[in-house]
Antibody, heavy 116, light 107 residues
Framework: QVQLVQSGAEVKKPGASVKVSCKASGYTFTSYYIHWVRQAPGQGLEWMGIINPSSGSASYAQKFQGRVTMTRDTSTSTVYVELSSLRSEDTAVYYC?????????WGQGTLVTVSS | DIQMTQSPSTLSASVGDRVTITCRASQSISSWLAWYQQKPGKAPKLLIYKASSLESGVPSRFSGDGSGTEFTLTISSLQPDDLATYYCQQYISYPLTFGGGTKVEIK
């Protein structure tokens, strides 16, 4: 069955970077784009960007331009999101989701905590 | 950017009640709207896509309607398992955007 399995929770200091992974299985990795979205504690969902696993090209929300990088490794069917210059407001659960128009498959989420 | 506005932000209803949540888009999104259910500590789950299509495996008490700028999600007979927050999402243009969420509580 289709699965997206994310890496474990992270604790980072302000100014550091974090890299979260999302490993896909159960389907042809290069056939579906992957989105990243985040959810701050008690808040709603915020779209960060999208990556094409086939070409590696990515498009980012303007809010994150210059701070976010999405990459993929086709040999392991894994996509990554890296966020730099972390601040306390980046504390959130980060999710990957498979694009099929709407998002029928999600990862389980990765909590990133930014604290000094 | 397309703004998505949900109402109400919270609703409390009894088991068996008919419940309706509204989502309005700041410009026409045709039928490119999805509804998600999120339970505490879990990832969102797709309920409805293309405004009114029921995702496979989702109970038939959930239904979606609307097009253009006005959309609704209806639960025909509220069940205890429906305790959750519900989000609408437009996927016609980037940046993809979500409504602020509707928290459904059971009386």
């Amino acid at each position: 069955q289709v699965q997206l399995v994310q890496s474990g929770a992270e604790v980072k200091k302000p100014g550091a970077s974090v890299k979260v992974s999302c490993k896909a299985s159960g389907y042809t990795f290069t056939s579906y784009y992957i989105h990243w979205v985040r959810q701050a504690p008690g808040q709603g969902l915020e779209w960060m960007g999208i990556i094409n696993p086939s070409s590696g090209s990515a498009s980012y929300a303007q809010k994150f331009q210059g701070r976010v990088t999405m990459t993929r490794d086709t040999s392991t069917s894994t996509v990554y999101v890296e966020l730099s210059s972390l601040r306390s407001e980046d504390t959130a659960v980060y999710y990957c989701a498979r694009d099929q128009g709407a998002w029928g498959q999600w990862g389980q989420g990765t909590l990133v905590t930014v604290s000094s | 950017d397309i703004q998505m506005t949900q109402s109400p932000s919270t609703l409390s209803a009894s088991v068996g009640d008919r419940v309706t949540i509204t989502c309005r888009a700041s410009q026409s999104i045709s039928s490119w709207l999805a509804w998600y259910q999120q339970k505490p500590g879990k990832a969102p789950k797709l309920l409805i896509y293309k405004a009114s299509s029921l995702e496979s495996g989702v109970p038939s008490r959930f239904s979606g309607d609307g097009s253009g700028t006005e959309f609704t999600l209806t639960i025909s007979s509220l069940q205890p398992d429906d305790l959750a927050t519900y989000y609408c999402q437009q996927y016609i243009s980037y940046p993809l955007t979500f409504g602020g969420g509707t928290k459904v509580e059971i009386k």
